[in-house]
């Protein structure tokens, strides 16, 4: 019913920078926290940054000062600029959103994206 397809992922050096998207689609009402999380092989998922939906957001520290969330409502997306990427960045990034409410449903539901690979190598 809900779909989350990231992108903008890919092959960067370090110091470079990328910008990842999602957009999330289906017959959505409204969402509560957008954001971002990322694994890298053989780790746990953790946390990238967040975004209410008043614009509120939250950083791990790994990515303050480097990284920027940002989202669009009216569209139901979220973005994540990184610059000044590191080897330790790499990591299959997904998207999630929560607190989604379906047009018709009084429940309210989290979504995940596929994931993105970034990878940052010379």
């Known amino acids: 019913q809900v779909q989350l397809v990231e992108s903008g992922g890919g092959l960067v050096q370090p110091g470079g920078s990328l910008r990842l998207s999602c957009a999330a689609s289906g017959s959505i009402f409204s969402i509560g926290t957008m954001g971002w999380y990322r694994q890298a092989p053989g780790k746990l998922r953790e946390l990238v940054a967040d975004i209410s939906t008043g614009g509120n957001t939250n950083y791990a520290d790994t990515g303050k000062g480097r990284f920027t969330i940002s989202r669009d409502n009216a569209k139901n997306m979220v973005y994540l600029q990184m610059n000044s990427l590191k080897s330790e960045d790499t990591a299959v990034y997904y998207c999630?959103?929560?607190?989604?409410?379906?047009?018709?449903?009084?429940?309210?539901?989290?979504?995940w994206g596929q994931g993105t690979q970034v990878t940052v190598s010379s």
């Open positions: 999630y959103s929560s607190d989604v409410v379906l047009r018709g449903s009084r429940f309210s539901y989290q979504y």
